[in-house]
């Protein structure tokens, strides 16, 4: 029987996927680089003709999903528009989605304790990312007068963590982690507060 890996020609990709899927069963730490090559239908040893090792599959597993939250980062700003608002908040929304959609990719990235720093490739895409969501920051802060104007980054940054908590405690079904309200909602009315505090959301009566 020919091996799954080089049936399909494309071995290295064979290997991303059957580690994403590990990581989603048993988290970024919780597989072999073996159990990696046994899912992919390949021996231990052809792993080492596309990396160097379980952190370098990994890696690519990460700088993958990062592409996938870019893409998706930047079509929910592109299409959140006309209002700087709007564009915003469905950079929130994609979050989540992504979170959901991409559980395997999301772990790789936020969760393998893969450096960034020491990646070149994986730090560009990661701040691609992030960009998206400081531009979408940036535009709707200059709503705010100057002298009361956050730098771009403090206010994405504070966006991101929120959007990251309401993700790793309610967004992706952890054990005992049962939102009161559904990940959406308390996404929404939090954004909407840290928005009043900056005087972007009118205060409720």
């Known amino acids: 029987m020919a091996k799954q890996g080089y049936h399909h020609g494309n071995l290295r990709q064979a290997l991303v996927d059957a580690a994403l899927a590990l990581i989603k069963d048993k988290g970024p730490q919780g ?5 990696a090559a046994k ?4 021996t231990p040893a052809a792993v080492y003709r596309h990396f160097a090792g379980r952190d370098d599959l990994i890696a690519e597993a990460a700088r993958q999903g990062y592409v996938i939250f870019a893409d998706l980062m930047e079509h929910a700003y592109d299409h959140g528009q006309p209002t700087a608002l709007a564009a915003f908040e469905a950079t929130g929304r ?5 979170a959901r959609k991409f559980p395997g990719h999301y772990m790789a990235m936020f969760e393998s304790g893969i450096s960034l720093t020491a990646n070149p490739e994986l730090n560009h895409v990661a701040n691609r990312a992030r960009a998206v969501l400081e531009q979408a920051a940036a535009a709707l802060a200059q709503r705010i007068p ?3 104007r956050p730098p771009a980054a403090m206010f994405s940054a504070h966006i991101w963590a929120l959007s990251h908590g309401v993700v790793e405690l309610f967004a992706r079904g952890s054990p005992g982690a049962t939102a009161p309200f559904p990940p959406e909602q308390l ?5 909407g507060i840290y928005l009043r505090g900056l005087g972007l959301l009118p205060q409720d009566e």
């Open 39 to 42: 899912a992919a239908g390949v």
């Open 94 to 98: 994609a979050y989540l989605a992504f």
């Open 146 to 148: 100057p002298e009361k």
């Open 187 to 191: 996404l929404e009315t939090g954004v």
């Open 31 to 35: 597989f072999t680089l073996s159990e």
